[in-house]
């Protein structure tokens, strides 16, 4: 059995954050959950769609999968290309946690480190002259969103028994949002993005997409939203910060648990007794609370978020020091 069978068909859990709405949270970290450094993340979906679609078209060969990243995606497509055996390398930058650096060498890649983001691509772009490389390409690959729009969107709406009425998510390559838009748009879930305030941020794994220093990446479909808004680094972890406050003495409600047993989910929720989401979700909880606000929620509304990886992969980030462990 391939090592990617623990991928998709993540948990829903309960989120009590103090606003209008019943809200939910899909824990994306139980993909990969026996691994180690945290287990997967959203991104174990698209390595495993990507891979998929370019082995079905007989384009990798002998070749070495390479890909530009900050950790995530680099991580999930080293775990699946390694398991299904290619030779893995990732393009990083000194930005990247240490901690999913180590995490991409523990599961057999190779690291080639950058100085800065910019120089990451460059380099990237260079070792791709050679056709020695073959590149998934996260940001234009269709096979990105089509793991949303197949996987997680059918999941959360089955796991809510159609009760779904808003997604709210974090836009990085635009994967997730648009491939959730895509699957929901039509059963009348509206679908909220939130971008970086600031073009230079530490909300990993997202990009600041209104501005020059990064395209727009060729996979986001912002046709599947219904509205965008931004959160600012420091909102972003101090919900991070307050969630794991919110929890650390009771206990975390399991809607569905997916294709886990519910002893295994709730060993592998919390790091060492903690509630660790990664700055990402506490993104998605700021989305939130800014909607509330505003009253864009209604006490019927139930309102799903990503929760796409755990918050220790961040431990080497001052960030975390500062908001998530005072």
């Not at 079905?56 to 991580?75: M, Y």
């Amino acid at each position: 059995m391939r090592a990617e069978s623990a991928v998709g068909d993540t948990p829903l859990v309960a989120l009590d954050l103090d606003v209008t709405p019943a809200v939910y949270g899909k824990v994306e970290w139980l993909n990969f959950h026996d691994h180690s450094y945290g287990g997967g993340s959203v991104k174990s979906r698209i390595a495993v769609s990507m891979l998929d679609a370019a082995e079905a078209r007989g384009e990798i060969g002998d070749r070495t999968i390479l890909e530009p990243s900050s950790g995530n995606t680099g991580l999930a497509l080293t775990r699946v290309g390694v398991s299904r055996g290619y030779d893995v390398e990732i393009v990083s930058y000194e930005g990247t946690s240490r901690t999913k650096l180590d995490a991409i060498r523990d599961a057999g890649g190779a690291v080639h480190l950058a100085d800065t983001y910019e120089e990451m691509l460059a380099k990237a772009e260079r070792l791709l002259d050679s056709d020695d490389y073959y590149r998934p390409d996260q940001y234009a690959n269709p096979a990105n969103p089509r793991a949303h729009e197949t996987g997680t969107g059918p999941e959360l709406y089955a796991q809510t028994d159609g009760e779904v009425t808003h997604f709210v998510a974090g836009v990085g390559s635009g994967g997730t949002i648009t491939g959730v838009g895509r699957a929901l748009g039509d059963e009348g879930v509206e679908i909220v993005g939130y971008e970086p305030r600031k073009p230079y941020h530490a909300i990993d794994g997202l990009k600041y997409v209104r501005g020059s220093r990064f395209e727009k990446p060729g996979v986001y479909d912002e046709s599947a939203l219904d509205d965008r808004l931004d959160v600012s680094t420091r909102e972003a972890y101090a919900h991070a910060h307050r969630l794991r406050g919110r929890y650390a003495d009771r206990p975390i409600d399991i809607r569905d648990t997916g294709q886990y047993d519910e002893s295994i989910v709730r060993d592998r929720l919390r790091v060492d007794g903690d509630f660790l989401v990664g700055a990402s979700a506490g993104g998605a909880v700021a989305a939130v609370h800014d909607l509330d606000r505003r009253g864009r929620f209604t006490p019927d509304d139930t309102v799903v978020i990503p929760l796409p990886d755990r918050g220790d992969r961040y431990r080497t980030l001052p960030p975390w020091g500062r908001f998530c462990h005072r």
